[in-house]
């Protein structure tokens, strides 16, 4: 956990100079502000193995494809904090992290930590390479995580499958594409549940607007959610005027 302390005064300054607000009105706002809470999903580029888990799963698109050059990033505009990269890339490049800020006393208090994240499983199925036309360049050696893979540069290839996971980073980095690794994905741990109560649902359908994967739809009686299409981003519960949807952690 990282914890920051500052000045409130030197908060207040800067804000009062961004909105043009008289900085004793700003220090009313604040008062009222018991606490302020954010989830962050970051991709950190040193642990990142290129192998595109996160791009390919992403049911929104708010992950940017790995490149040699690049690694994975979120775009933040995009995505609605759903964990699906994070519990589907197989070496923890990607962290899940809350963020709280207070008042205390004359200062703000912000806390940042790492939340736990449950991975789902990536297997191996079969793994293919084409060594007629492979050149021995070794950059699949590079990214492998579990370093299954030997080459001698320009002589040799050799993959170990008792040490390979599927992960598909050498498929994806190979310059010449020789290389298909066929994978399964085991099931997303959600950990949640998800329940409408359409006794009060009013039927706004705003939820149905805000869903991203569209896994809401309207009845007779009000709105049903799609249980095996929801990711449990939790953008419906949020919206919703009437709380008439709730999502709940499953211990």
Known sequence: MITIKKPIENIISNISEELCIDSNEIQNILKEITELSEKYIYVFPRKCIR??????????????????????????????????????????????????????????????KEREVQHRTVRLIKYDIDLENCIKCGICERYCPTKAIHVEKRKSFDVNLKLCVGCKACENVCPKKVIKVHTELGDIPFNKEINVDNDICIKCLSCIDECPVNAISEINEGVEINKSSCIYCGRCEKVCPVHAIEIKELK
């Open 51 to 112: 192998c595109g888990l996160c791009y390919e799963e992403c049911p929104i698109d708010a992950i940017t494809k790995p490149t040699l050059r690049k690694p994975a990033e979120i775009i933040s505009e995009k995505c609605v904090k759903c964990e699906i990269c994070a519990k589907t890339c197989p070496v923890d490049a990607i962290e899940v992290l809350e963020g709280r800020a207070y008042l205390n006393g004359d200062s703000i208090v912000y806390k940042l």
